[in-house]
């Protein structure tokens, strides 16, 4: 069974930062690739980050230059960097796992709220 664990979320004025960590736990899967997703009130869940088991990664092309993605292969953690966060950044934040059997795994979520 594998779990994810994000944590980090909270409220932020405009024009701010937070870190939001993924954290996976369990036995018997091996990681191909974590992906960020994000769902505001009302609208679909969305893939915006994304980075493979070799490191490499993609975002979405409104996201670049604000939002950062990095693993720590060893802990099984990806943490995402947000910069310059705007209230349309408001939204349920999810990580995704997919295994090399291609099994896919999702955290609960974190909330991240931009307002002043």
């Known amino acids: 069974q594998v779990q994810l664990v994000e944590s980090g979320g909270g409220l932020v004025q405009p024009g701010g930062s937070l870190r939001l960590s993924c954290a996976a736990s369990?036995?018997?899967?091996?990681?191909?690739?974590m992906g960020w997703y994000r769902q505001a009130p009302g609208k679909q869940r969305d893939l915006f980050a994304i980075i493979t088991s070799a490191g490499n990664t993609n975002y979405a092309d409104s996201l670049k230059g604000r939002f950062t993605n990095s693993r720590d292969k060893a802990k099984n953690t990806v943490k995402l960097q947000m910069n310059g966060l705007e209230p349309e950044d408001t939204a349920v934040y999810y990580c995704?796992?997919?295994?090399?059997?291609?099994?896919?795994?999702w955290g609960k979520g974190a909330l991240v709220t931009v307002s002043s």
């Open positions: 369990g036995s018997g899967f091996s990681i191909y690739a």
């Open positions: 995704k796992l997919v295994d090399y059997n291609g099994m896919a795994y």
